[in-house]
């Protein structure tokens, strides 16, 4: 046990531990007792309340109970107020009052989703990054509202993205509604498939202009047009065309030539394409950078082939979007490399972004 000391001069009271300097006292002075230690004081005065170190402590209209305080320091100035609606990952708003809390039934969040929960029900899934609209009325389904710009724009309301049985619109919130939409069910069987059609130019046998000299020349095979090139020497047609103005031509152009043997069923056939920008002289035709190809050719002298050539950028003679320009194509007969015996029948050509 601790021992007792009075101290009648002092009017203090001492309880000191056994065989510890850390001590404890009680002393009375004036309208205060006052317990101290080495650690600090605590002050119960009859007119200035409780002072903590000499720091006023507050009491007044306190009940604290064990079941609503769990922490108590100097930064808390009243008891937390009770929970209206109260339930698992809902979100919490002020009601209003100083002390209003209210569970919302219509918002919650687990740490992942944010969830509105009624008729225009929303995910936002925070760990995939993603927005997922579950509205579904009818004939409409899910829909994204976009505030007009407020300065520089032509556009009339708001502008709203939304599904609409098949179709994926982009709209005008007016009574105009100028927009696009795109049929969802006439895509590709991947969502990989890219939007934008790269196809740029596609030319028939019949389409080829013959130049002055050395020209392919237009033949049928079972009354398909083709232009037919010859193995001894080097053969050429020319196709003109515009490139679309929302082409992109940065990574240069793919042309793809459909073609068979007449006869042949073994044997290689190079093929050649360059371009020319038309914002040249007519009367002066240069040439971009020719590129080549080599094919093995079918088998069967009446299967198709396939050959790609693949022009980069740097070839296209300075091409871009929205100029007319011409392409030459060439067989190079009897260059060595050619070795495929008899005529080659070019039936069509396409040109495409890569």
């Not at 740029?200 to 013959?210: E, I, M, N, R």
Request: net charge negative.
């Amino acid at each position: 046990m601790p021992d007792i000391l009075i101290t009648p001069s002092s009017g203090t009271i001492r309880f000191s531990q056994n065989i510890s300097d850390n001590a404890a006292n009680i002393a009375l002075s004036g309208s205060s007792i006052i317990l101290s230690s080495t650690s600090g004081n605590i002050n119960i005065n009859a007119l200035s309340g409780v002072l903590i170190n000499e720091i006023p402590v507050s009491t007044s209209g306190h009940i604290h109970t064990s079941s609503n305080i769990t922490d108590f320091n100097s930064s808390v100035s009243g008891l937390l107020s009770t929970i209206t609606n109260s339930g698992d990952n809902r979100v919490l708003t002020s009601t209003g009052s100083s002390l209003g809390i209210n569970a919302e039934s219509n918002l919650t969040f687990d740490g992942t989703l944010l969830n509105t929960i009624g008729s225009g029900n929303f995910t936002s899934d925070i760990s995939a990054s993603r927005f997922i609209s579950s509205q579904s009325t009818a004939d409409e389904g899910g829909e994204i509202v976009l505030a007009r710009p407020s300065t520089n724009t032509a556009i009339s309301g708001s502008v709203t993205i939304d599904v609409f049985q098949n179709k994926l619109r982009l709209f005008e919130t007016t009574s105009s509604t100028r927009g696009y939409h795109l049929d969802l069910t006439e895509g590709a069987n991947s969502a990989g498939t890219p939007l934008i059609n790269k196809s740029l130019a596609f030319y028939t046998a019949s389409d080829g202009q013959p130049p002055a000299s050395n020209f392919a020349t237009l033949d049928t095979r079972n009354s398909i047009m083709v232009l037919d090139f010859d193995a001894a020497n080097t053969e050429y047609t020319v196709f003109a065309g515009v490139v679309p103005r929302n082409a992109n031509l940065a990574s240069g152009l793919k042309v793809i030539i459909n073609w068979t043997a007449t006869s042949a069923t073994t044997g290689n056939c190079v093929w050649q394409a360059e371009f020319m920008d038309m914002d040249h002289d007519l009367d002066n035709i240069t040439w971009g950078t020719a590129t080549t190809a080599t094919a093995t050719t079918n088998a069967t002298s009446g299967i198709s082939n396939v050959t790609t050539i693949t022009l980069l950028s740097s070839a296209l003679d300075g091409l871009v979007a929205g100029e007319f320009f011409l392409l030459r194509i060439a067989r190079l007969g009897g260059n060595g490399s050619d070795t495929m015996l008899g005529d080659a029948e070019l039936i069509s050509v396409s040109v495409e972004a890569v």
